[in-house]
């Protein structure tokens, strides 16, 4: 730009009260309105990734009380996409049904993301119960909300789950907490 072109857009934001200077002000404190209402975001986003990898829980059940409050074993993989692949001490015995058929259970398949609450994660996975002659007798449908500890090798959190029919209609649900530990990479020589 030459002298006398650099001249006149002084000339003229001076005439009319420096509003290119108060555009420019203004811009700059939008952009940095919107850097600093992102943050929170940005970092529950990428706090979140730590997930990604397997991990060993343990399930704890406080209900219903009508049955054995036996501690359920499970092994998870998160991936950085947000699904997950479960699989638990449940699945590995067939169990009687209340007719006295024998169901077996599916690993769980399921999702994973931060939860509405920053810091916390939301985990739900399905599984599937099937009768002996492979016909669907219900889905389990896990949901977890915890969080992770500060080192983010730890997670502890609530979890429900109800089994749902082939019919779409809820035949039993349960909750209690959760704990589980990162299976980390060993040290090699």
Same mark, same amino acid.
């Given at each position: ?8 857009? @002084?000339?003229?934001? &001076? ?13 700059? @404190? ?10 929170? &975001? &940005?970092?529950?986003?990428?706090? !979140? ?19 054995? &409050? ?13 699904? *997950? ?10 169990? *009687? +049904? ?9 690993? +769980? ?14 985990? $739900? ?24 500890? !500060? ?17 779409? $209609?809820? @035949?039993? !649900?349960? !909750? ?14």
């Amino acid at each position: 730009m030459d002298e006398l072109a650099s001249y006149v857009l @002084i000339e003229n934001d &001076l005439a009319y009260g420096g509003v290119m200077k108060r555009r420019i002000l203004l811009a700059g @404190i939008c952009c940095g309105v919107a850097l600093s209402t992102s943050q929170p &975001l &940005l970092a529950q986003t990428q706090n !979140s990734t730590l997930l990604a990898g397997s991990w060993q829980f343990t399930m704890i059940p406080v209900s219903p009380t009508a049955v054995a &409050l036996v501690p359920v074993e499970a092994l998870a993989t998160f991936t950085k996409d947000g699904s *997950t692949v479960e699989t638990d001490s449940t699945e590995v015995v067939p169990a *009687t +049904g209340s007719a006295g058929n024998t169901i077996y259970t599916t690993p +769980g398949h399921g999702i994973w993301q931060p939860a509405p609450a920053v810091g916390n994660l939301f985990i $739900r996975f399905t599984s599937l119960l099937v009768n002996h002659n492979g016909t669907l007798h219900a889905r389990k449908i896990v949901t977890i909300l915890g969080a992770l500890d !500060s080192t983010g090798n730890n997670f502890k959190g609530s979890y429900g789950f109800e089994l749902v029919g082939p019919a779409g $209609r809820t @035949i039993a !649900s349960g !909750s209690g907490t959760v704990k589980g530990q990162r299976i980390l990479h060993p040290l090699l020589p």
